[in-house]
Each structure stands twice: as structure tokens, then as C-alpha cells.
């Protein structure tokens, strides 16, 4: 089973700053690699997939990079909207594994 | 927008039964690739199962194979999670979710999830 690690779990961060999350696979994903957004009471969202690729309609200041074991996800500019819960999950291989989720929140 | 809706979840007895079903709006599910994924509230995410949308070929976690069963009705656009010998450590909410593509690729739209408790 391909373990994800995320760091940190949690990060506390002001509007407007840059915001670096960072996860490592225990084994090579390639670029079979997804990042997870989760706010309360609302559904799991699709920010990041194929480690670089925006899903459709994701704002511009999410960013994702990365391949093989490190990946990142850059959000650029925080907005308020953006204080949650993020996820990462490889798809490279069965099982499906996610990371344990990085919470930011407001500083 | 698309919208996943799950259903079936609930309190049941350790060695109980239980079926969740999971429902469409906009969207086919006969050919989609949708997988079960399961969260223990305030704990991490953790995949069950997935259905091909290909060939309708199932895969299924050590932890719930030979007890969970993953199956689609083409014709009421259902997809279903069959429980089994349901233990304590299957309470969890369990999500639908459907892959951007076929199987191995992520997850574009998730349901809002429904809760199963095990306990006596």
C-alpha cells in the first residue's frame, strides 16, 4: 500500500498570504496525483489532478506541482473562502490511498 | 450540477447488514467508474470500494473484501454498497464519488455522504 504523508497537519495562516502544502508518497505515483478540498457541510471538491491540472472552475491561485514521490499545492493568495481542510490522494495504483489532510485555518 | 446522492446509512448491530445506494442528478452513471470512500468523523479518508465504468470490474480494500460487495442497476441509474459482517470499525460516513474518467483517475464530484454506525 502506497502511504501518503501530508505536512503540516496544521497551519495557520492570514488572508492574503501565500500558503505552501506539501505531500510525500511513501513510492513513486507519477503523476497520478489529486488534490481534495473540504469544508463543512459541504461535498469533498476536486482542486488539482494529474499533480498540475485546475478541474474546472478552480480559481487560478491554486496551483499544484510535483511528480513521482513530492508534490506540492501553492495556494497564492489566501482568501477567506480558502480556510479548510485539504487532502491528497495518489490514484497510481490499489489501493486508492489519501493523505491524512492538512488543516488551514485563520491565524 | 451534477449531484451525488447517497442513502441506506443508519445503526446496525456488529454482524449486521446494511445496503447504501447512491443516485444521480445530470449525470449517467451506467458507464461511470464510481468508487465508495469512507470517512471515520475527524479522521482521515479511506477508500472502500470501485466499480468500473468500462466493464463494470469491482475492486474492493482488504479491509472490507469478502464483506462489501460494489454493484450498478443500469436501468435505475443506481450504484449500491452492499455491507456485510459489518464490524464496529466500519462506522463511518461513506461517500459516493465519481472519477473524472475510468478507474485510477481522480475523483471529480463527490456526494454529501451518509452515516453508518455499528454498534449494539
Same mark, same amino acid.
Given at each position: ?10 497551519? %495557520?495562516? %492570514?488572508? &492574503? ?8 508518497? %511513501? ?8 488534490? @481534495?478540498?473540504?469544508?463543512? *457541510? ?14 474546472? *472552475? ?5 496551483? *499544484?506541482?510535483? /511528480? &513521482? ?7 497564492? +493568495?489566501?482568501?477567506?473562502? !480558502?480556510?479548510?481542510? @485539504? @487532502?491528497?490522494?495518489?490514484? #497510481? ?5 489519501? &493523505? &491524512? ?7 | ?5 447517497? +442513502?441506506?446509512?443508519?445503526?446496525v448491530q456488529p454482524g449486521g447488514?446494511?445496503?447504501? /445506494?447512491?443516485?444521480?442528478?445530470? =449525470?449517467?452513471?451506467? %458507464?461511470?467508474?464510481? /468508487? ?11 477508500? $472502500? ?5 468500462? #466493464? !463494470? ?8 473484501? *469478502?464483506?462489501?460487495?460494489? +454493484?450498478? !442497476? ?10 456485510? /459482517? ?5 462506522? $463511518?460516513?461513506? @461517500?459516493?464519488?465519481?472519477? =473524472? ?19 449494539s
Amino acid at each position: 500500500e502506497i502511504v501518503m504523508t501530508q505536512s503540516p497537519a496544521t497551519l %495557520s495562516v %492570514s488572508p &492574503g498570504e501565500r500558503v505552501t502544502l506539501s505531500c510525500r508518497a %511513501s513510492q513513486s505515483v507519477s503523476n497520478n496525483f489529486a488534490w @481534495y478540498q473540504q469544508k463543512p *457541510g459541504r461535498a469533498y471538491r476536486l482542486l488539482i489532478y494529474d499533480a498540475a491540472i485546475r478541474a474546472t *472552475g478552480i480559481p487560478a491561485r491554486f496551483s *499544484g506541482s510535483g /511528480s &513521482g514521490t513530492e508534490f506540492t499545492l501553492t495556494i497564492s +493568495s489566501l482568501q477567506s473562502e !480558502d480556510f479548510a481542510v @485539504y @487532502y491528497c490522494q495518489q490514484y #497510481d495504483n490499489w489501493p486508492l490511498t489519501f &493523505g &491524512g489532510g492538512t488543516k488551514v485555518e485563520i491565524k | 450540477d451534477v449531484q451525488l446522492v447517497e +442513502s441506506g446509512g443508519g445503526l446496525v448491530q456488529p454482524g449486521g447488514s446494511l445496503r447504501l /445506494s447512491c443516485a444521480a442528478s445530470e =449525470l449517467n452513471l451506467k %458507464s461511470s467508474a464510481i /468508487s465508495w470512500v469512507r470517512q471515520v468523523p475527524g479522521r482521515g479518508l479511506e477508500w $472502500a470500494s470501485t466499480i468500473s465504468g468500462t #466493464d !463494470d470490474s469491482t475492486y474492493h480494500a482488504e479491509s472490507v473484501k *469478502g464483506r462489501f460487495t460494489i +454493484s450498478r !442497476d443500469k436501468f435505475k441509474n443506481m450504484v449500491y454498497l452492499q455491507m456485510n /459482517s459489518l464490524r464496529a470499525e466500519d462506522t $463511518a460516513v461513506y @461517500y459516493c464519488a465519481k472519477h =473524472l474518467y475510468n478507474i485510477l483517475t481522480a475523483i471529480g464530484h463527490w456526494g454529501q455522504g451518509t452515516l453508518v454506525t455499528v454498534s449494539s
